[in-house]
């Protein structure tokens, strides 16, 4: 426990003094996941985070309560993978792309 307590301290803190600031919705894609049973944080909450992109959205549920990344660690793993393997493969092409265009971006 005494490990943990530098952890648990920093969790409450950032809780405790953040504040939400209204600003246009990210252009990048948000993937936001979720324990079924979790009695914190329900699925409409979790929806909410569309709000925030003009990309894709997307939202999955794994079974498990708020610490269902512990029991569900392999498949929370294979679906970060999977969201972010088109995004890779998108940034790999960049330098690529900002040469073809003479090296001018948004062209």
């Not at 648990?8 to 979720?34: H, K, M, N």
């Not at 699925?43 to 309560?65: A, N, S, Y």
Request: aromatic share 10%; proline share 7%; hydrophobic share 30%.
């Amino acid at each position: 426990m005494h490990l943990m307590e530098p952890i648990v301290r920093a969790d409450f803190s950032v809780c405790e003094t953040y504040s939400y600031q209204d600003e246009p919705p990210l252009q990048c894609p948000i993937s936001a996941f979720g324990g079924l049973q979790d009695p914190d944080i329900s699925q409409e909450q979790l929806q909410g985070w569309k709000q925030q992109t003009r990309r894709l959205f997307k939202r999955t549920m794994f079974e498990g309560d708020h610490f269902y990344l512990h029991t569900q660690r392999d498949a929370l793993l294979q679906h970060i993978a999977q969201d972010l393997t088109p995004i890779l493969n998108h940034l790999s092409r960049v330098p690529y792309l900002y040469q073809k265009r003479g090296g001018r971006i948004g062209s």
